[in-house]
């Protein structure tokens, strides 16, 4: 079992910035893929942003060129860079690692941290 905690969650006002940090208990990050997704009430939960092992990225159409994901190995963290967050960015922010080792699929979530942008 590996334990994901998000942090760095909170209230932002519109064009600001907000880094979200995942620490997984173990080394995870480095062999499967590690992404954000978001959820806000009565809406399905989506994805934000992917990175795999090679560290090839992808994003939502909707956060393209203002959220950069990235993670440093040696801490087993994932991270979300939010810049230019606006209103519609406000939603709960889940943390994910997900793959197959020695062939068996592995998904993990994060608990949640919550991400308000308003003035």
């Known amino acids: 079992q590996v334990n994901l905690v998000e942090t760095g969650g909170g209230l932002v006002q519109p064009g600001g910035s907000l880094r979200l940090s995942c620490t997984a208990s173990?080394?995870?990050?480095?062999?499967?893929?590690g992404a954000w997704y978001r959820q806000t009430p009565g809406k399905e939960r989506e994805m934000v942003a992917t990175?795999?092992?090679?560290?090839?990225?992808n994003y939502a159409d909707s956060v393209r060129g203002r959220f950069t994901i990235s993670r440093v190995d040696r801490q087993n963290t994932l991270y979300l860079q939010m810049n230019s967050l606006k209103p519609e960015d406000t939603a709960v922010y889940y943390c994910?690692?997900?793959?197959?080792?020695?062939?068996?699929?592995?998904?993990?979530w994060g608990q949640g941290t919550q991400v308000t942008v308003s003035s």
């Open positions: 173990t080394r995870i990050f480095s062999l499967v893929n």
């Open positions: 990175i795999n092992r090679i560290y090839r990225t």
């Open positions: 994910r690692a997900n793959g197959l080792i020695d062939g068996k699929q592995l998904n993990y």
